[in-house]
C-alpha cells in the first residue's frame, strides 16, 4: 500500500495563480483532510470529508475549495493564490472519525511570491 | 471552544536526558488523544494513542504517555532520548461533540533538540 500520497511535492506560484493540490489513499478510509503547518502555529485544518460526498469547512477555509472526487481522493484549489497561502499542506486521511488515528500525506510546499 | 495547549515550544536536551512534554485541552466530552511525531522533512506520525482503560499508554520507540481527566492532561515522556529523538511533537484529541460527530484538534507543536 501507497498510503497517503500528493501531488505535487514542491509547487511556486505568483500572486493571482490558481493551482490543485492532489491527494489520494488506497486504505479505504472514510475520511480525508486537509491542513496547512505554518512555523509556530502547528496544524489548521483548512477543510474536510466525512464521507464520500461531503466537505465541510474546518479552521482556516478562506481562499481554498475543495473536492472529494470519489472515495479515494481529495483535491484541495487554490483559485487565486496569496502571499499568505505560503504553507506546507499536508492531506490526512482516517478510517471512521472516533477512535481511529489520522495517517498523513508527505506534504507540498507552497511558495506563493 | 475546544482547544489544545502544548506549553513547551522549544526543548533543548542532551543525550540521555529525561523528557516529559506537556498537553492540556479543554473538553469535558468523550476524548481520545494522541500523540505525533514529525522527523526533520518527513510526515507527521503516530506516537501512540489512548481510547480507553490503562491510563499510561506505551508507544514506539520507547515513548509513553499517562492521561489525567482531572487535570484534562495528556503528557509525553521518554526516561533517556537519543539524538534521533529530533523532532517536533504534536498533540492531538479527537472529541466528540453533542451532536456524535468527532472534531481532530492539533496542538501548535513542540520542537526537541537533542544535542550529542
Known amino acids: 500500500n501507497a498510503g497517503v500520497t500528493q501531488t505535487p511535492k514542491f509547487q511556486v506560484l505568483k500572486t493571482g495563480q490558481s493551482m490543485t493540490l492532489q491527494c489520494a489513499q488506497d486504505?479505504?478510509?472514510?475520511?480525508m483532510y486537509w491542513y496547512r503547518q505554518d512555523p509556530g502555529m502547528g496544524l489548521r485544518l483548512i477543510y474536510y470529508?466525512?464521507?464520500?460526498?461531503?466537505?465541510d469547512k474546518g479552521e482556516v477555509p478562506n481562499g481554498y475549495n475543495v473536492s472529494r472526487l470519489n472515495k479515494r481522493e481529495f483535491s484541495l484549489r487554490l483559485e487565486s493564490a496569496a502571499p499568505s497561502q505560503t504553507s506546507v499542506y499536508f492531506c490526512?486521511?482516517?478510517?471512521?472519525?472516533?477512535?481511529?488515528?489520522?495517517?498523513f500525506g508527505p506534504g507540498t510546499r507552497l511558495t506563493v511570491t | 471552544a475546544q482547544s489544545v495547549s502544548q506549553h513547551n515550544h522549544h526543548v533543548i536536551l542532551s543525550e540521555a536526558a529525561s523528557l516529559e512534554l506537556g498537553c492540556n485541552y479543554s473538553?469535558?466530552?468523550?476524548?481520545?488523544l494522541f500523540w505525533y511525531v514529525q522527523y526533520p522533512g518527513q510526515h507527521l506520525q503516530l506516537l501512540l494513542k489512548?481510547?480507553?482503560?490503562?491510563?499510561l499508554v506505551k508507544g514506539i520507540k520507547g515513548f509513553e504517555a499517562e492521561f489525567i481527566k482531572s487535570k484534562f492532561s495528556f503528557n509525553l515522556r521518554k526516561p533517556s532520548v537519543q539524538w534521533s529523538d529530533t523532532a517536533e511533537y504534536f498533540c492531538?484529541?479527537?472529541?466528540?461533540?453533542?451532536?456524535?460527530?468527532?472534531?481532530?484538534?492539533f496542538g501548535t507543536g513542540t520542537r526537541l533538540k537533542v544535542l550529542a
Open positions: 473538553y469535558g466530552g468523550t476524548v481520545n
Open positions: 489512548y481510547f480507553s482503560g490503562d491510563p
Open positions: 470529508s466525512a464521507s464520500e460526498g461531503t466537505t
Open positions: 490526512a486521511s482516517i478510517y471512521a472519525t472516533g477512535v481511529y488515528e489520522q495517517y
Open positions: 492531538a484529541v479527537n472529541a466528540q461533540s453533542t451532536s456524535g460527530t468527532y472534531k481532530y484538534i
Open positions: 486504505m479505504n478510509h472514510n475520511s
